[in-house]
């Protein structure tokens, strides 16, 4: 016989939850740090959009993440 770990639907909620959150969070900073490159490669090298587009990035996956964790209703449906 095989043993499966049970795992209680909380926490396969919240793995979920951490899921979505890590991975929006990495998909955001990488578009925010493409996005300073090209502006950084328009305005003759300068570093600060790239920093500033990697905040953003940041900013707005700590925002998303904190609108799916406050929600009472579990992770965000998407409709295709």
């Given at each position: 016989m095989s043993t499966q770990a049970l795992t209680t639907p909380s926490k396969s909620l919240?793995?979920?939850?951490?899921?979505?959150?890590?991975s929006n969070t990495i998909v955001k900073t990488g578009l925010g740090f493409c996005g300073g490159v090209i502006l950084?490669?328009?305005?003759?090298r300068r570093t600060f959009p790239v920093w500033l587009g990697i905040g953003f990035g940041l900013g707005r996956g700590y925002s998303e993440g904190d609108a799916i964790f406050r929600?009472?209703?579990?992770?965000r449906e998407i409709k295709a």
């Open positions: 919240l793995n979920d939850k951490w899921d979505v959150v890590l950084s490669a328009l305005l003759k929600s009472s209703a579990g992770l």
